[in-house]
Nanobody
Framework: QVQVVESGGGLVQPGGSLRLSCAAS????????MGWYRQAPGKQRELVAT???????NYADSVKGRFTIPRDSAWNTVYLQMNSLKPEDTAVYYC??????????WGKGTLVTVSS
């Protein structure tokens, strides 16, 4: 059974940091890309950051220099290290896993609220 589980969301003050985790299991095909997306109230889901199996990363312009997407050596867990958080980073953050046979799996999301 495929599982993609996010954790680490919560309430943080502007300027603070938060680290999200995404653990994938039960995926029988090789993982090509893991990434983070977010959806703020009333807005469409947008890409935040992705990392490929070869380690190539891609970031949304709005988070460059503030967020990073490290992964573990087993290539089944990725993180989203978020620094210098802004109120506009408030959203539900979703993890996405894409396999080399073009399947896509989503987690249920974790809420990040940036507020004083």
């Amino acid at each position: 059974q495929v599982q993609v589980v996010e954790s680490g969301g919560g309430l943080v003050q502007p300027g603070g940091s938060l680290r999200l985790s995404c653990a994938a299991s039960g995926i029988s095909f090789s993982i090509a890309t893991m990434g983070w997306y977010r959806q703020a109230p009333g807005k469409q889901r947008e890409l935040v950051a992705t990392i490929t199996s070869s380690g190539t990363t891609n970031y949304a312009d709005s988070v460059k220099g503030r967020f990073t997407i490290p992964r573990d050596s087993a290539w089944n867990t990725v993180y989203l290290q978020m620094n210098s958080l802004k109120p506009e980073d408030t959203a539900v953050y979703y993890c996405n896993v894409r396999t080399k046979d073009l399947r896509s799996y989503w987690g249920k999301g974790t809420l990040v609220t940036v507020s004083s």
